[in-house]
C-alpha cells in the first residue's frame, strides 16, 4: 500500500515533466526514503532543500532527473536565480538534450542581467529546442499528440531564446554589446521576427563603434525595402557621393531625408527646442550632401539652390559651414553673379579652416575681374 502511494505521488508530482522518476523505489531503503519525505513536504523551502539534498547524496539514482526537475521548479517560484542556473546546469549533466533547464536557466541569466550568461543559455536553449523540435513523428497514434505538444513548446522555446538576444541588442546602451548581441541573433536566425526590430540599434552601434561598412551595407539592405529612415539615407548618401557612385541615389536619399525630416513629429520625451535643432542638422546636412553632388556635377543652378538651404542650416557646424560658403561663391561666380561670389568668399574668408585662404584668393580674384564689386 505505501508503494503504491508513493507511485500516485510521484505520477502527479511529475505530470507535464520531461523527466521521469523510477518505479521501483523503495521507501525502506535511504534514497527512497529521503524522496519519498522530499515529496511529502509542504513547505517550499523545506522541499527544496531535500530535493538537493537527495540530489547531492545519489546523483546516479534513477529518480535524480525528475528530482533536479522538481527542484529547479521551486527555485524559479522563489525566484533563487543562482540556484536555479546551479540546479539546471547538474540537470544538463544528465540530459544534455533538455530545453526546459536551458530556458529557465537563460530566464535566470536575464533577471541577473549576465550578459555571457544570456548568450550561452540563449545558445544551448535554441539548440535543444530545435533537436527537440526536428524530432521525427512517433508511428503509434497513441504518441502523437505528445509529440505535437513537444514540438509546439520547442518553437516557443527558441522564439523565446531569440527574443533574449533581441532584447538586450536593443536596451543596451554600449555599442560592442548591441553589435555582439544582434550579430548572434542574425547568426542563429536570419530569419527572424526580431531581425528587423533590432535593426535601428545595430546600425546606430556599428556608426558609434567605427564600422562604417558594416553601417553602410545594413543600410542599404534596409533600404531596399523601407525608405523611412533619414540616417540610413543621409550615411548611404555620403558613402556613395565619397566613392563617386550612384550618384541617382545621392540625390534621392538626400531629398527624401529632408522631406521626411521637415514632416517628423517631436519623438515622445524630446523637447521641442532640442527635437529642432536636431531636424535643422538632419536637414542642413541633406541639403548640403545633395548640393554637394550638384557641385561637383557643374549643375550651378541646381547646387546654388541646395547650398542657399543648407547654410543657415548648418551654422553650428563650422567645418561644413565654410565649404557651403566656397561652393556657394564657386557656384555664383559660373553662373555670373560676381557680387554674390564676392559675399559668400568673403564670408569663407572669415572662417578659420582648409578654404580660408583660398577664398580670400577667390575673393580678390572677383574685385579684379568685375568692376564695382565689393
Known amino acids: 500500500m505505501r508503494t503504491l502511494t508513493i ?3 510521484l505520477s502527479a508530482a511529475a505530470f507535464a515533466q520531461r523527466h521521469k522518476a523510477t518505479s521501483d523505489i523503495d521507501p525502506a531503503q535511504p534514497d527512497g526514503a529521503l524522496l519519498m519525505k522530499a515529496i511529502e513536504e509542504n513547505d517550499p523551502a523545506r522541499k527544496a532543500a531535500l530535493f538537493d539534498q537527495f540530489c547531492t547524496e545519489y546523483p546516479k539514482n534513477g529518480s535524480t532527473a525528475w528530482a533536479l526537475e522538481a ?6 517560484k522563489a525566484g533563487q ?4 542556473i546551479a540546479t539546471g546546469e547538474k540537470l544538463l ?3 544534455p538534450d ?3 533547464s536551458a530556458l529557465q536557466n537563460l530566464k535566470a541569466a536575464e533577471n541577473l542581467k549576465d550578459l555571457p550568461a544570456i548568450r550561452k543559455w540563449s545558445a544551448a536553449a535554441s539548440a535543444n529546442a530545435r533537436k527537440m523540435a526536428s524530432e521525427p513523428q512517433p508511428a503509434a497514434a497513441a504518441d502523437i499528440d505528445t509529440w505535437k505538444n513537444e514540438v509546439s513548446y520547442a518553437k516557443q522555446v527558441d522564439v523565446y531564446s531569440e527574443y533574449a538576444l533581441f532584447r538586450v541588442a536593443v536596451e543596451s546602451r554600449d555599442p560592442k554589446t548591441t553589435i555582439e548581441f544582434a550579430e548572434d541573433l542574425e547568426h542563429r536566425n536570419p530569419n527572424s521576427q526580431y531581425i528587423a526590430q533590432t535593426e535601428g540599434a545595430l546600425f546606430t552601434a556599428y556608426r558609434q563603434a567605427g564600422a562604417n561598412d558594416k553601417a553602410v551595407a545594413l543600410a542599404e539592405k534596409v533600404l531596399a525595402t523601407d525608405q523611412s529612415n533619414e540616417d540610413m539615407m543621409l550615411v548611404v548618401a555620403d558613402d556613395y557621393a565619397s566613392k563617386q557612385k550612384n550618384p541617382e541615389k545621392v540625390h534621392w536619399y538626400a531629398a527624401r531625408a529632408a522631406e521626411i525630416m521637415e514632416a517628423k513629429p517631436a519623438p515622445q520625451g524630446v523637447g521641442e527646442a532640442d527635437w529642432s535643432a536636431h531636424q535643422k542638422a538632419v536637414i542642413g546636412i541633406a541639403r548640403y550632401l545633395n548640393g554637394k553632388l550638384y557641385y561637383s556635377e557643374k549643375k550651378w543652378t541646381d547646387a546654388d539652390r541646395e547650398l542657399r538651404a543648407a547654410l543657415p542650416l548648418v551654422e553650428a557646424n563650422a567645418a561644413v559651414k565654410a565649404e557651403v560658403l566656397f561652393d556657394l561663391g564657386f557656384a555664383n561666380f559660373s553662373l555670373q553673379k ?3 561670389a564676392a559675399n559668400f568668399y568673403r564670408a569663407c574668408a572669415a572662417q578659420p579652416g582648409p578654404f580660408q585662404a583660398q577664398a580670400a ?3 580678390q580674384g572677383v574685385k579684379s575681374q568685375y568692376t564695382g564689386v565689393k
Not at 71 to 76: C, D, I, P, R
Request: hydrophobic share 50%; glycine share 0%.
Open 7 to 9: 507511485l500516485m505521488i
Open 361 to 363: 584668393k577667390n575673393l
Open 71 to 76: 527542484l529547479q521548479a521551486l527555485y524559479v
Open 338 to 340: 560676381p557680387q554674390e
Open 93 to 95: 549533466a544528465i540530459d
Open 81 to 84: 536565480f543562482d540556484k536555479i
Open 98 to 100: 533538455d530545453p526546459e
